[in-house]
């Protein structure tokens, strides 16, 4: 009722403010009117509520979301480490345009932010004698965790030449470079080619096994492409779902050790947020 209320309440107020303009010439009243109508209508404006959503990698987050949103796979949820390494943060969608009716930003960390990441991330999976620790067989482990994020971004790097690598070496790939502290925007009309273009930045190629590698040679080619997200700070989602349409975000956070710090940093020094834990 209140939001109805509301409503009806803007369009009152425009029609006032469509009236006085015609007088602005010559009343002195009706700018007044119209000035106080510019400053009454912020407060019609929805507030935010961040409603955080946490919980064990592969605890299904990202399916309850969906579900919240009455959406089959708005959220990606079969992308393995991909999926539950990046923020994503889903809000109300207010755009009238009917191809953008689902909409994204995908903004990408800076350079300076993944320049520390990447010296964090080498001296995780990285022996003192520059060889790669035998901990990357576990993918849990703080070693696998940074192993899979680095050969993400640099696949093409073999294992035996990881000692003569450098952060200053790593951070001048072409393909990295051009992403670093941009925003990639989606727009689309339906959820399935909104699923397909952001599956472009937040898909994994471990969920494609060995023996699918050596089938599919379009697989196997897939497997030494930079994937972007590690890259990847915050996927802001837009979408017409009733449980968003008054104020209320929700962000899918990332599963324990998969996040990096740039993202960390990002909701705790920024954001308050209620939590729904996914057990």
């Avoid at 369009?11 to 015609?22: A, C, D, I, P, R």
């Amino acid at each position: 009722m209140l939001e109805a209320a509301v409503t009806h309440s803007i369009k009152v107020l425009q029609s006032l403010q469509s009236s006085f303009s015609q007088y602005a010439g010559t009343s002195q009243d009706a700018v007044a009117w119209n000035e106080a109508i510019e400053k009454l209508m912020p407060q019609a404006q929805r507030k935010r509520t961040i409603v955080g959503v946490v919980g064990n990698t592969g605890a299904g987050k990202s399916s309850v979301i969906n579900a919240m949103l009455d959406e089959e796979r708005l959220v990606p949820t079969n992308c393995m480490r991909a999926c539950t390494a990046v923020v994503t943060e889903m809000s109300w969608n207010a755009s009238t345009d009917p191809y953008s009716k689902y909409r994204a930003e995908i903004e990408f960390i800076s350079r300076g932010d993944w320049e520390k990441e990447l010296g964090k991330l080498l001296k995780e999976f990285l022996t003192e004698s520059g060889a790669v620790s035998r901990e990357v067989a576990d993918q849990d482990s703080d070693a696998g965790i940074a192993w899979a994020k680095f050969h993400s971004v640099y696949p093409k790097i073999p294992r035996d030449s990881l000692s003569d690598c450098t952060v200053e070496g790593l951070m001048a790939e072409r393909a990295v470079l051009a992403v670093l502290g941009t925003t990639e925007n989606i727009n689309t009309a339906s959820p399935n080619a909104f699923y397909q273009q952001l599956q472009r930045y937040v898909d994994s190629k471990e969920k494609v096994s060995k023996k699918e590698k050596e089938k599919d040679k379009d697989k196997q080619k897939k497997a030494f492409e930079t994937e972007y997200w590690p890259l990847i700070k915050v996927v802001k989602i837009y979408v017409k779902a009733p449980a968003l349409s008054t104020g209320a975000v929700i962000v899918d956070l990332p599963g324990v050790h998969d996040s990096n710090a740039a993202r960390a940093g990002m909701y705790s020094s920024r954001h308050h947020a209620r939590s729904l834990r996914v057990y």
